[in-house]
């Protein structure tokens, strides 16, 4: 989806107009240039994976830069906001931002698994986890030491003589 001609109306005067250039390429011209800019911002795609029916990523990606810099993008999106809540399509008074990423992946698509999921832990963490198990140390505990008794809590010594 592209700008509109009502919305190019009201944003064409906030941009800066194009310099003349003595030398090198001409300046292409802002419309397709901010199509592209509103397309990278509306998908969240990568620069270089600007569709062809736009000027180059580079191009587009400059002029964001030039854009940010002087002010002129929030000057847009603001506009374009206003005149999206003016036609109701939005309303800027229940609106919000989601700020979810998670990491792209080039080639094969497959699901990873997490890598927590994916390490095994080492022998000495399931060593450990073991033996600090309340439970391992009920069943360990010899009948007669003083030690165990000073040291378990009541409910694990009452529960291992009842034979588990």
């Known amino acids: 989806m592209?700008?509109?001609?009502?919305?190019?109306?009201?944003?064409?005067?906030?941009?800066?107009?194009r310099k003349r250039h003595l030398r090198g390429r001409k300046?292409?011209?802002n419309?397709?240039?901010l199509s592209g800019i509103l397309w990278i911002l509306r998908t969240g795609a990568q620069w270089k994976e600007l569709p062809e029916?736009?000027?180059?990523?580079?191009?587009?990606?400059?002029?964001f830069q030039e854009w940010s810099r002087a002010g002129v993008v929030e000057k847009v999106m603001r506009t374009l906001a206003a005149d999206l809540e003016e036609r109701g399509e939005v309303s800027l008074k229940e609106c919000f931002i989601d700020g979810s990423f998670t990491k792209a992946k080039r080639?094969?698509?497959k699901l990873v698994r997490p890598r927590w999921v994916r390490v095994q832990r080492s022998w000495q963490?399931?060593?450990a986890t073991l033996f600090l198990s309340p439970l391992t140390l009920a069943l360990l505990r010899p009948?007669?030491?003083?030690?165990?008794?000073q040291?378990?809590?009541a409910e694990l010594l009452t529960a291992s003589r009842s034979g588990w």
Request: glycine residues 2%; positive net charge.
């Open 143 to 149: 009948e007669k030491s003083p030690w165990w008794k």
């Open 53 to 63: 029916r736009y000027p180059s990523y580079q191009t587009c990606h400059r002029r």
């Open 2 to 17: 592209d700008l509109t001609d009502e919305q190019w109306e009201r944003i064409s005067p906030l941009l800066p107009k």
């Open 151 to 153: 040291r378990l809590p």
């Open 125 to 127: 963490l399931q060593t």
């Open 107 to 109: 080639g094969d698509q």
């Open 27 to 29: 300046r292409l011209p």
């Open 31 to 33: 419309r397709p240039v």
